[in-house]
């Protein structure tokens, strides 16, 4: 019969990332859906939601044969049981196949800088008068004239991408941080890094930086790259795609004065082929650790064909991102607060090495504070003990304790549940935690 079609039948594994929205979309699509709680996390009230929809759920995966399998990149292989299948996708690949937006967009992906580079860019398009629809692991935002927050706790799981597809507003462009890797869908890709942090995934047989690859084979248009490591990725770059490398000898890249002042705007440099362009920064935060994050936003200003002239003019003026790494006075001396969930020991050994080459300080106390010992992801104490050790400027180590632990600190640290008079003992003191701001 004309217009007839195979209805596909669907598996699709794990509904605590977002499956249930991949699920729910093949469904509306007339498709036969099976989705596996692989967790067990699902609320019950989802589970008859999916059911009246007519969706199978199972708590294990069923021992039959599908057309396809959507299965996260993290999602270990054991999971799909004895089932069979003719394709398997990721949850990326999937949202790529399924999203279309009326407007363009960026979506950003790498171990590091996410967040801090999806707000920049955000900032640059603001500057721009476009308004943008920004999703980050800050929240969900629409900015214009004013920056509107839309939800507090949003995913930067690839199906909240599917999700954001369906929803109504006059944006002109998205900028989507997107957790392990993108979807295809992007008009511009960016990849802030993919070294150092390159931590195991799906039970350790796949790693962060293969994630990453879907983004740079399937971009539609331009890819933002770092440019020291440009040549892992050159073998997956398509001939077609432009490319942009920002970083230190690359296309376009944004560095920082030496032997700055707490209390002065940081000095700065875009550095492009045709010379070297000076502007500052706000002093009301740490400016210069944000060189990966803005370096790649001015390299996503650069491919929508900013000047170096206007995209000096956008940054000069962008404040960073709340509780990241904010700078203010503290009696005599100066307090650096670094508060969110993505402060990790290479995020705290990273700022410290830059409030020592930057503002060239040898009089350091850090304070760490750990909210909650019995957290998801506490922070480790023992692998911050040792990266502060590598740093003559640390004289103090401070454990601030909102809630009492039975495992105490290293012995280099000092227990304390007031932070003033570690504050006041020091020309410069970094309070961290792996929180969200206030």
Same mark, same amino acid.
């Given at each position: 019969?004309?217009?007839?079609?195979?209805?596909?039948?669907?598996?699709?594994?794990?509904?605590? /990332?977002?499956?249930?929205?991949?699920?729910?979309?093949?469904?509306?699509?007339?498709?036969?859906?099976?989705?596996?709680?692989?967790?067990?996390?699902?609320?019950?009230?989802?589970?008859?939601?999916?059911?009246?929809?007519?969706?199978?759920?199972?708590?294990?995966?069923?021992?039959?044969?599908?057309?396809?399998? %959507? %299965?996260?990149?993290?999602?270990?292989? /054991?999971?799909? +049981?004895?089932? @069979?299948?003719?394709?398997?996708?990721?949850?990326? =690949?999937?949202?790529?196949?399924?999203?279309?937006?009326?407007?363009?967009?960026?979506?950003?992906?790498?171990?590091?800088?996410?967040?801090?580079?999806?707000?920049?860019?955000?900032?640059?398009?603001?500057?721009?008068?476009?308004?943008?629809?920004?999703?980050?692991?800050?929240?969900?935002?629409?900015?214009?004239?004013?920056?509107?927050?839309?939800?507090?706790?949003?995913?930067?799981?690839?199906?909240?991408?599917?999700?954001?597809?369906?929803?109504?507003?006059?944006?002109?462009? +998205?900028?989507?941080?997107?957790?392990?890797?993108?979807? +295809?869908?992007?008009?511009?890709?960016?990849?802030?890094?993919?070294? +150092?942090?390159?931590?195991?995934?799906?039970?350790?047989?796949?790693?962060?930086?293969?994630?990453? %690859?879907?983004?740079?084979?399937?971009?539609?248009?331009?890819?933002?790259? =770092? /440019?020291?490591?440009? &040549?892992?990725?050159? %073998?997956?770059?398509?001939?077609?795609?432009?490319?942009?490398? #920002?970083?230190?000898?690359?296309?376009?890249?944004?560095? #920082?004065?030496?032997?700055?002042?707490?209390?002065? @705007?940081?000095?700065?440099?875009?550095?492009?082929?045709?010379?070297? #362009?000076?502007?500052?920064?706000?002093?009301?935060?740490?400016?210069?650790?944000?060189?990966?994050?803005?370096?790649?936003?001015?390299?996503?200003?650069?491919?929508?064909?900013?000047?170096?002239? @206007?995209?000096?003019?956008?940054?000069?003026?962008?404040?960073?991102?709340?509780?990241?790494?904010?700078?203010?006075?503290?009696?005599?001396?100066?307090?650096?607060?670094?508060?969110?969930?993505?402060?990790?020991?290479?995020?705290?050994?990273? &700022?410290?090495?830059?409030?020592?080459? /930057?503002?060239?300080?040898?009089?350091?106390?850090?304070?760490?504070?750990?909210?909650?010992?019995?957290?998801?992801?506490?922070?480790?104490?023992?692998?911050?003990?040792?990266?502060?050790?590598?740093?003559?400027?640390?004289?103090?180590?401070?454990?601030?304790?909102?809630?009492?632990?039975?495992?105490?600190?290293?012995?280099?640290?000092?227990?304390?549940?007031?932070?003033?008079?570690?504050?006041?003992?020091?020309?410069?003191?970094?309070?961290?935690?792996?929180?969200?701001?206030?």
């Amino acid at each position: 019969m004309p217009g007839w079609r195979h209805r596909m039948n669907v598996l699709v594994l794990d509904l605590t /990332h977002g499956g249930d929205v991949l699920a729910l979309t093949y469904r509306a699509r007339g498709e036969e859906v099976t989705a596996v709680d692989i967790y067990g996390t699902a609320e019950q009230y989802l589970v008859d939601h999916l059911r009246n929809e007519g969706i199978a759920v199972a708590r294990t995966t069923p021992s039959k044969k599908y057309d396809l399998a %959507v %299965v996260p990149i993290h999602c270990p292989d /054991h999971y799909l +049981g004895r089932a @069979k299948y003719e394709q398997k996708i990721t949850f990326h =690949r999937a949202v790529g196949e399924l999203a279309h937006f009326s407007f363009p967009t960026i979506e950003v992906t790498g171990t590091k800088a996410k967040t801090s580079a999806c707000h920049a860019i955000s900032h640059i398009l603001q500057k721009k008068d476009e308004k943008v629809l920004l999703l980050t692991s800050c929240g969900l935002f629409s900015v214009g004239e004013t920056v509107q927050l839309l939800e507090q706790d949003a995913s930067i799981s690839p199906a909240t991408i599917l999700r954001l597809s369906f929803m109504e507003g006059e944006w002109t462009r +998205g900028v989507f941080e997107c957790n392990l890797g993108g979807t +295809g869908l992007a008009d511009i890709g960016v990849v802030t890094t993919a070294s +150092g942090d390159n931590y195991p995934i799906a039970a350790g047989t796949r790693r962060a930086v293969d994630g990453i %690859v879907q983004m740079v084979k399937s971009t539609k248009g331009t890819l933002v790259l =770092r /440019h020291p490591e440009i &040549n892992m990725w050159k %073998v997956f770059i398509p001939k077609s795609t432009q490319v942009v490398e #920002f970083g230190e000898f690359g296309d376009i890249n944004v560095s #920082f004065d030496k032997g700055m002042k707490f209390g002065n @705007k940081p000095k700065c440099w875009l550095n492009v082929k045709k010379g070297d #362009f000076p502007f500052t920064m706000p002093a009301t935060y740490l400016a210069p650790s944000y060189t990966t994050a803005v370096s790649a936003a001015a390299g996503v200003a650069s491919a929508i064909g900013l000047s170096p002239k @206007k995209i000096t003019e956008m940054l000069a003026d962008f404040e960073g991102i709340p509780g990241r790494g904010e700078l203010s006075r503290a009696g005599e001396g100066w307090l650096v607060r670094d508060r969110s969930p993505s402060v990790t020991p290479i995020s705290i050994d990273w &700022n410290i090495r830059v409030i020592e080459e /930057h503002y060239a300080n040898k009089d350091l106390g850090v304070i760490v504070e750990r909210t909650d010992p019995n957290a998801k992801t506490p922070l480790d104490l023992e692998t911050i003990d040792k990266y502060l050790s590598t740093h003559s400027s640390v004289k103090g180590r401070y454990l601030l304790e909102t809630k009492p632990s039975s495992e105490g600190p290293p012995d280099s640290f000092e227990i304390v549940s007031d932070p003033n008079a570690a504050i006041r003992a020091h020309k410069v003191t970094y309070w961290c935690a792996n929180r969200r701001s206030e």
